[in-house]
């Protein structure tokens, strides 16, 4: 489903401390853009955000970058964030003052906006992302469109050259996590964990809760059960 323009989110993010418009312009140089060095998580397809705002409030000790492309998801991902870590809204008159207070609170995160078919424009090998999350991304169900799928060979390729450790993936399609296995085998991830039915794991994560994202809520109450892997990048 498409989301609806929001007319605010471009104005909004661009005066966000913890927004980058340019990431491309920090390619290798991630760990420069954080307060502290620490290890560097990234979510691909953030969507509204409630997902990398509850993560990166309980995980201080991490730094994390979320990515998408749409203006409207990423205006709604910071105004989650904001709201998970305790910011309030501002009047015109506090504006500057929460600005500040902003810096100061979101320090371990920061959201971005780029296409993600070309995301070796934005992280290369110095940045050595440890993780990857990708949940609920779009199946592209049409043979035609696979290649766009996040978890297609063509992508996990690219992130080869920026990933030193694990992808978490979670997904409710079938099709997709059928597929995205051979992709994974194919490309010499391996597939170190797997489910079918993630309600019913216990610690599936190894010890990192499973925060539900919005879609993940709503086909559970459907009765779909969630797929889920865990898949290593070989050294």
């Given at each position: ?6 007319p ?23 760990k420069?853009?954080?307060?502290k ?8 397809g953030?969507?509204?955000g ?5 993560l990166?409030?309980q ?6 970058i ?11 991902a ?9 910011i ?11 600005e ?14 780029y296409?993600?078919?070309?995301i ?15 949940n609920?991304?779009?199946?592209w ?17 690219q ?53 539900e994202t919005?879609?993940e ?18 050294t």
């Amino acid at each position: 489903m498409r989301m609806k323009f929001k007319p605010w989110a471009r104005e909004e993010l661009e005066t966000s401390p913890f927004y980058i418009d340019n990431p491309q312009d920090y390619k290798n140089k991630w760990k420069t853009v954080f307060e502290k060095e620490q290890k560097l998580y990234l979510e691909l397809g953030c969507g509204k955000g409630n997902f990398i705002a509850k993560l990166s409030k309980q995980n201080q000790n991490i730094n994390y970058i979320a990515i998408d492309l749409v203006d409207a998801m990423l205006g709604m991902a910071k105004r989650n964030v904001e709201a998970e870590y305790g910011i309030r809204e501002s009047t015109i008159a506090e504006v500057i003052e929460n600005e500040i207070e902003k810096q100061k609170v979101v320090k371990n995160l920061k959201l971005t906006r780029y296409d993600i078919a070309r995301i070796t424009d934005v992280f290369g090998e110095d940045d050595e992302i440890e993780r990857i999350y990708i949940n609920f991304c779009n199946p592209w169900p049409r043979g035609k469109h696979h290649k766009k799928r996040l978890t297609h060979e063509r992508q996990l390729e690219q992130y080869k050259k920026f990933l030193k450790g694990e992808i978490f993936f979670k997904t409710d399609d079938d099709d997709l996590f059928e597929q995205s296995q051979k992709y994974f085998n194919d490309t010499g991830y391996k597939i170190e964990k797997i489910t079918y039915d993630l309600s019913n794991e216990t610690n599936f994560w190894n010890g990192e809760e499973n925060i539900e994202t919005e879609h993940e809520k709503m086909f559970k109450a459907e009765g779909i059960k969630i797929k889920a892997l865990i898949a290593k990048i070989n050294t």
